[in-house]
T-cell receptor, first 109, second 115 residues
Framework: GQQVMQIPQYQHVQEGEDFTTYCNSSTTLSNIQWYKQRPGGHPVFLIQLVKSGEVKKQKRLTFQFGEAKKNSSLHITATQTTDVGTYFCAGRGGNKLVFGAGTILRVKS | DTAVSQTPKYLVTQMGNDKSIKCEQNLGHDTMYWYKQDSKKFLKIMFSYNNKELIINETVPNRFSPKSPDKAHLNLHINSLELGDSAVYFC??????????????FGPGTRLLVL
């Protein structure tokens, strides 16, 4: 079945450093979504990418969808303490949305 | 004004008991889901209902039985609770009938602890 791998599992950064999490799917995706879950909270939708090679930005966050629509990345520039949480990618193939395992981001101030 | 609500927020119970979690969404979405999140934060889909019909049923013990009385509600009943059932259970909804949509809106979660 469809699998979505996400790395790294954990990342500790110093405030101001950049952060990137990567997602890889075993199959071609129709779209990919990114979610953020704050500690103790619930996943909240960030963005959806649909087109091959698509790049979208939200302030310090940059999202990319690979040309083959099998991989994606989320890059945060100059992390802040408010960025802490778990970032999930979720790839849609067919009628199912499959979540990656998530990357837990900790930011040291 | 809560989009997706779940009750209860916390549930502490003894092994072997039966319990239910309720979920309601007021977004007018046609699809609802139950996810289980373990201590390592892994989000695993359990069930999905579209317009009250079961469309996704992952490998979940048959002690777990979802029920959707209408499009806006999806409840989860768990029989004979086991220690391994301890987790956070998230309800979510989405509108998948529109092309390019399918964003998941999650409820606040139910933190289940089985003793």
């Amino acid at each position: 079945g469809q699998q979505v791998m996400q790395i790294p599992q954990y990342q500790h950064v110093q405030e101001g450093e950049d952060f990137t999490t990567y997602c890889n799917s075993s199959t071609t995706l129709s779209n990919i979504q990114w979610y953020k879950q704050r500690p103790g909270g619930h996943p909240v939708f960030l963005i959806q990418l649909v087109k091959s090679g698509e790049v979208k930005k939200q302030k310090r966050l940059t999202f990319q969808f690979g040309e083959a629509k099998k991989n994606s990345s989320l890059h945060i520039t100059a992390t802040q303490t408010t960025d802490v949480g778990t970032y999930f990618c979720a790839g849609r193939g067919g009628n199912k949305l499959v979540f990656g395992a998530g990357t837990i981001l900790r930011v040291k101030s | 004004d809560t989009a997706v609500s779940q009750t209860p927020k916390y549930l502490v119970t003894q092994m072997g008991n039966d319990k239910s979690i309720k979920c309601e969404q007021n977004l007018g979405h046609d699809t609802m889901y139950w996810y289980k999140q373990d201590s390592k934060k892994f989000l695993k889909i359990m069930f999905s209902y579209n317009n009250k019909e079961l469309i996704i049923n992952e490998t979940v013990p048959n002690r777990f039985s979802p029920k959707s009385p209408d499009k806006a509600h999806l409840n989860l009943h768990i029989n004979s609770l086991e220690l391994g059932d301890s987790a956070v259970y998230f309800c979510a909804s989405s509108q998948v009938s529109q092309a390019g949509q399918g964003t998941q809106y999650f409820g606040p979660g139910t933190r289940l602890l089985v003793l």
